[in-house]
C-alpha cells in the first residue's frame, strides 16, 4: 500500500465548476498535510496546509482533513483555466521526521473554458 | 530576495559519468532535502540533511550521494551506479517552525545521452 495516494486523474471540470482532490495516508502519526500546485515543467508550489480537522478556507481553496478517516482533500471553487495543473498531496510524520514529505503521485487537473 | 537557487538548469550525462547538481539557499532554513520527479509521477525523497555536516538516505539513496559542509549548500551527486538517471531533481529547504512547508528551487533537468 503506498503511504500517500491520491485519486487517479486525469481530471476534468468545467471553468466555474467545483474540482474536488482526494488524498488517503497509511501512517496514523502524521500531523501535518499540504497542498502543493505543479505547473508542466515547473517546481512544486505551496497552495495550502492544514494540521487540525476540519475546514480551512484561503481564497478559492479549501482543504479539509479527516485524520480519524485519514483523509485530506482539496476543493477549488470556480475553478479557472489557470488552475490546469499537477496537484500533489504530502504528508509530514512531524517528530524527530519533522519536515520530510512523503508526497503522493499527484492528480492531473484540467479545467476548460 | 531569499529562495534557493538550483544549477544547471538542463544537464547532460554520458554513461558512466558523474554530475554534481548545485542546491543553495539563503532562507536560512535548517533542513534540506533532494527529491526525483519521473514523468506522471510524484517526487520520491533521494536524502535529506536537517543540520550541517549530518544527511540521512531517502527512499531511493542508491546511485547517489551528498555533502553539507555548510548551512546554504546541500550538493547531490549522480554517481555511475545509479543506472537510470534522467528525471527532474528538486531541491528543497524547510525551517523547524510549523507549517514545515517546503521551498522548492526550479529544478534540474538531467538526461543521460
Known amino acids: 500500500q503506498k503511504e500517500v495516494e491520491q485519486n487517479s486523474g486525469p481530471l476534468s471540470v468545467p471553468e466555474g465548476a467545483i474540482a474536488s482532490l482526494n488524498c488517503t495516508y497509511s501512517?496514523?502519526?502524521?500531523?501535518?498535510f499540504f497542498w502543493y500546485r505543479q505547473y508542466s515543467g515547473k517546481s512544486p508550489e505551496l497552495i495550502m496546509f492544514i494540521y487540525s480537522n476540519g475546514d480551512k478556507e484561503d481564497g478559492r481553496f479549501t482543504a479539509q482533513l479527516n485524520k480519524a478517516s485519514q483523509y485530506v482533500s482539496l476543493l477549488i471553487r470556480d475553478s479557472q483555466p489557470s488552475d490546469s495543473a499537477t496537484y500533489l498531496c504530502?504528508?509530514?510524520?512531524?517528530?524527530?521526521?519533522?519536515?520530510?514529505?512523503?508526497f503522493g503521485q499527484g492528480t492531473i487537473l484540467t479545467v476548460h473554458p | 530576495d531569499g529562495g534557493i537557487t538550483q544549477s544547471p538548469k538542463y544537464l547532460f550525462r554520458k554513461e558512466g559519468q558523474n554530475v554534481t547538481l548545485s542546491c543553495e539557499q539563503n532562507?536560512?532554513?535548517?533542513?534540506m532535502y533532494w527529491y526525483r520527479q519521473d514523468p506522471g509521477q510524484g517526487l520520491r525523497l533521494i536524502y535529506y540533511?536537517?543540520?550541517?555536516?549530518?544527511?540521512q538516505k531517502g527512499d531511493i539513496a542508491e546511485g547517489y550521494s551528498v555533502s553539507r559542509e555548510k548551512k546554504e549548500s546541500f550538493p547531490l551527486t549522480v554517481t555511475s551506479a545509479q543506472k537510470n538517471p534522467t528525471a527532474f531533481y528538486l531541491c528543497?529547504?524547510?525551517?523547524?517552525?510549523?507549517?514545515?512547508?517546503?521551498?522548492f528551487g526550479s529544478g534540474t533537468r538531467l538526461t543521460v545521452v
Open positions: 504530502a504528508v509530514s510524520a512531524g517528530g524527530t521526521s519533522y519536515g520530510k514529505l512523503t
Open positions: 528543497a529547504s524547510s525551517n523547524r517552525d510549523r507549517p514545515y512547508g517546503y521551498t
Open positions: 532562507l536560512n532554513h535548517d533542513a
Open positions: 540533511s536537517q543540520i550541517v555536516n549530518d544527511f
Open positions: 501512517d496514523r502519526g502524521s500531523q501535518s
